[in-house]
């Protein structure tokens, strides 16, 4: 079991930046890897980027260039820096991971004004 806490959305306006962090409460290493998603009104939940316990990276081709994932693991903390947002980053960004179970964190509002 663990615990994915969210925190770092805001109201932002179109071209600044926002840094997510997913705070877990056990070791993050543990995972085959951690992610970021997203879910915009309207729109189905969707991968934005992907850590694996390598350190290796994935993104969605919507956010990169603009986007960067990476971890801290003494702090089993995973971060998503998201810069040159747009409004149609807006959602609410969660983070995940799995076991033999999937592990859902509550969410974190991103809103990117025009």
């Known amino acids: 079991q663990v615990q994915l806490v969210e925190s770092g959305g805001g109201l932002v306006q179109a071209g600044g930046s926002l840094r997510l962090s997913c705070a877990a409460s056990g070791s993050i290493l543990r995972f085959n890897a951690m992610s970021w998603y997203r879910q915009g009104p309207g729109i189905q939940r969707e991968l934005v980027a992907r850590i694996t316990n390598s350190g290796s990276t994935t993104y969605a081709d919507s956010v990169k260039g603009r986007f960067t994932i990476s971890r801290d693991s003494a702090k089993n903390t995973v971060y998503l820096q998201m810069n040159s947002l747009k409004p149609a980053d807006t959602a609410v960004y969660y983070c995940?991971?799995?076991?033999?179970?999937?592990?859902w964190g509550q969410g974190t509002q991103v809103t990117v004004s025009s």
């Open positions: 995940y991971t799995w076991d033999r179970n999937d592990y």
